[in-house]
Each structure stands twice: as C-alpha cells, then as structure tokens.
C-alpha cells in the first residue's frame, strides 16, 4: 500500500520568496506522484504530475517539483510566491498498476503575506 | 479535453435523510471511478473505488450500506449519502480514469447537514 506524508501542516512567507512544501512517500512499486491544491471552498485543481522521465517536472503557474527515488520524496517548489497562492497543497500519489487510487497526503495551508 | 462534471456543487439537507450526488466523465471512457470526502479541515478520504465489470471496493470505515455506488456506463457514477448525520458533512470529490489514464477530478459537491 502506498503511503504519503507532508511534513508541514502550515507554512507562512511571504510574497516574493521562494516557498518548498515537502512530500515524501513510500512504496515498493513504480507509481504516479501529483501535486493538488485548494483554495478555501474550493474543489481540487491539479498542478504537475510525474511517472517517468525528467524528474523535475513544471507546472502551472511557475510551480515545479522535483522527485527522487533516494529521497522518496516529490517536494514542490516556486522561487516567487504571490499572495493568490495562499491555498492548501496536497501531494497524491498512485501505484501505476492502480492509478485510479489516489492517496492523498494531509495538506500543506501555504499563507503568502503581503 | 477530458473533464469531470459533479452536480450539485453544493447541498443542504435535514439529518437523518438521504442525498445522491452525481459525476460525469466527459472527453473519455471512466472505466475506474473513485469517490472521496474530505471532512472540514481534512485532507481527501478514499470511499470507494468502482471498475466496470468489478465489484465495488469500499474502504475501511465506508459501507455500501452508507454510501451505495452506481457506475452503470463509462462515463457516469453516482453516490448516495444515506441517513446523512453531521459527521458526513463535507466536500465529496469524485476522480474518474480510463484505462491506464492519469485520474481527473471533479469540482465536488460540497454536503452540509442541518
């Protein structure tokens, strides 16, 4: 079973730096990684997947995440935040012999201060 | 483009009655669906995953008997909230995908219990 972990329940910066929210996972197999976020009231808006290839993957809005197999993790980055991005950050993770389970981490509350 | 449509998007209804939520898969065949809530405050809980010509699989803690599931073609699903109490309050989110397809979202229906 696939697992996932966010260690920061809140980080706080504020706008213009750069921001890391933290992911890592466990599991055996090879498996999708995505990264979610959710502004307040909303629904699930999708930012970046990775399943192979170039471990750094770019999103949207300037976001990027990066994986690593050593590491087990899949951390999201963005080198400039802007107060729009206060939201909340999920990182989700799928076994690829079962994509359609998600699992999804605790959430990251990103707060950008002006 | 593949999308995912959830009606309603929000909903009221009276303790201890009934309400179906419902998501359709547009662009694609949703041969998997998969059904979450997130309570207030929480992240994204699995309740269900539903493949065509499978049986549904329920998580621990969700029961057909609570959450009845129907996926009757590949691109509609729907669930219903039975004898809905306060602690089912909360955004359902439902994740469609095809065969060996990334998982696209919905907006949510978004439950509150009074």
């Known amino acids: 079973t696939q697992t996932v972990s966010q260690s920061d329940a809140h980080v706080t910066v504020f706008e213009g730096d750069s921001v890391e929210l933290r992911c890592n996972y466990s599991?055996?197999?090879?498996?999708?990684l995505s990264w979610y976020i959710q502004h307040h009231g909303r629904g699930l808006q999708f930012l970046l997947k990775?399943?192979?290839?170039?471990?750094v993957v770019q999103g949207v809005n300037g976001f990027k995440a990066e994986f690593s197999k050593s590491d087990s993790s899949f951390h999201l980055r963005k080198a400039s935040v802007h107060w729009s991005d206060s939201a909340v950050y999920f990182c989700?993770?799928?076994?690829?012999?079962?994509?359609?389970?998600?699992?999804f981490g605790t959430g990251t509350r990103l707060q950008v201060l002006p | 483009g593949a999308l995912v449509y959830q009606y309603p998007r929000r909903t009221i209804c009276k303790s201890g009655t009934s309400m179906r939520m419902e998501c359709q898969a547009v662009?694609?065949?949703?041969?998997?669906v998969a059904w979450y809530r997130q309570s207030p405050q929480k992240t994204f809980e699995l309740i269900a995953l539903?493949?065509?010509?499978?049986?549904?699989?329920?998580e621990q803690n969700f029961t057909q008997e609570k959450f009845p599931i129907s996926h009757p073609n590949l691109s509609f699903s729907s669930m219903t909230v039975l004898n809905a109490y306060l602690e089912d309050r909360g955004l359902y989110l439902c994740?469609?995908?095809?065969?060996?397809?990334?998982?696209?979202f919905g907006k949510g229906t978004r439950l509150t219990v009074v």
């Open positions: 990775y399943y192979s290839g170039n471990p």
């Open positions: 539903s493949t065509v010509n499978s049986a549904i699989k329920y």
């Open positions: 599991y055996g197999g090879s498996i999708y």
């Open positions: 994740g469609a995908g095809g065969q060996n397809t990334e998982v696209f």
């Open positions: 662009g694609f065949q949703a041969t998997s």
């Open positions: 989700a993770v799928s076994a690829s012999s079962n994509t359609n389970k998600v699992v």
